[in-house]
């Protein structure tokens, strides 16, 4: 199954920030985005995870797709949900 993960990054010679995004499979694909103080933290880590997931294409078959965020240390882990990959834990 795969994942986006996300974290700040610092530039420590400029200062400036961005959050950057990586695909959690066996060919990490990954983006940064400049991070954008008129969003919150969580907000600024979904916006760049959804610019992978569009990036990447997964979002080809038309349908609406959701993902269950959590937050790890320094950022935030974005799994899909597909249908296919549900867990049922009854």
């Known amino acids: 199954m795969q994942g ?22 066996e060919r990490s694909t990954s983006m940064s985005l400049q991070y954008d103080y008129a969003l919150t933290a969580e907000q600024n880590h979904a916006k760049v995870a959804k610019a992978l997931f569009n990036k990447l294409g ?16 320094g950022g935030y882990f974005f799994a899909f949900d597909y249908g296919y990959n549900r867990v049922n834990f009854k």
Do not use: F
């Open 4 to 25: 986006i993960k996300t974290k700040k990054i610092v530039n420590q010679k400029t200062g400036n920030e961005s959050v950057k995004a990586m695909t959690t499979g």
């Open 58 to 73: 997964w979002n080809e078959d038309g349908e609406p797709h959701s993902a269950t965020a959590t937050d790890i240390k």
